[in-house]
């Protein structure tokens, strides 16, 4: 199984621009979750989804931050426009079922907007 | 509003050493409460606890949980430097399809 995969490893953009980033859960988990970490404010919960279809985006921080589950096997996150305080390590994690505890993680994007 | 409180945030011992990391919580429906180990990147799952005063064990690394204290303990015995990482708890709540993590504790272990 090669696990969660998220796409790209580093993102070093400038502040307004446009950040995508990308998420594979692992193959037949059906939620899957957004988490950013920062020295500040540690791991928070930004959107997790079921089934595709999201459930809770309570924890995305402003209408700059939007993301998509358009099939079981593709997520996206995206930051329109960028700010430098979005800088962080931003995971993607999914688990099978409706069962949350054992949440598998991916490597994480490393984004750094200046 | 559920939270989860670690301590302490950072560690220093010397290899050999044993260490207690603790975390304590406030939650309104409690399902369960995990540890997991960051290394590098990404976390990786230790133990799920759901029961008052079972141990978890696993090699060097064991926790327990006191559902009446709100708390629990990871305990690490005869430390190595592998064990360097940082310690994350996180609760499960029921109805919620979330974790709530805590702080983290950074642990470093010198040689």
């Known amino acids: 199984d090669a696990g969660v995969i998220q796409s790209p490893r580093h993102e070093v953009t400038e502040m307004g621009q446009e950040v995508t980033l990308r998420c594979k859960p692992i193959?037949?988990?059906?939620?899957l979750f957004w988490y950013r970490q920062t020295m500040m404010r540690g791991l928070e919960l930004l959107i997790y989804?079921?089934?595709?279809?999201?459930?809770?985006d309570s924890g995305m921080p402003e209408d700059r931050f939007s993301a998509k589950m358009p099939n079981a096997s593709f997520s996206t996150l995206k930051i329109q426009p960028s700010e430098p305080r979005d800088s962080a390590v931003y995971f993607c994690?999914?688990?099978?079922?409706?069962?949350?505890?054992?949440?598998?993680f991916g490597s994480g994007t490393q984004l750094s907007v200046l | 509003e559920d939270k989860v409180v670690q301590s302490p945030l950072s560690l220093v011992v010397h290899e050999g050493d044993t260490v207690t990391l603790n975390c304590s919580y406030e939650?309104?429906?409690?399902?369960?409460l995990l540890w997991y180990k960051q290394e590098k990147k990404a976390p990786t799952f230790l133990f799920m606890l759901?029961?008052?005063?079972i141990e978890k064990k696993s090699g060097r690394l064991s926790s327990i949980l006191d559902k009446k204290e709100l708390f629990s303990i990871l305990n690490i015995t005869a430390t190595q430097t592998g064990d360097s990482a940082i310690y994350l708890c996180a609760l499960s709540i029921q109805g919620a399809q979330k974790l709530v993590f805590g702080q983290g504790t950074r642990l470093t272990i010198n040689p």
């Open positions: 994690a999914s688990t099978p079922g409706t069962a949350n505890e054992k949440l598998f």
């Open positions: 989804f079921n089934n595709n279809v999201p459930i809770d």
């Open positions: 759901t029961s008052s005063g």
């Open positions: 939650v309104t429906n409690f399902r369960s």
């Open positions: 193959s037949g988990h059906n939620s």
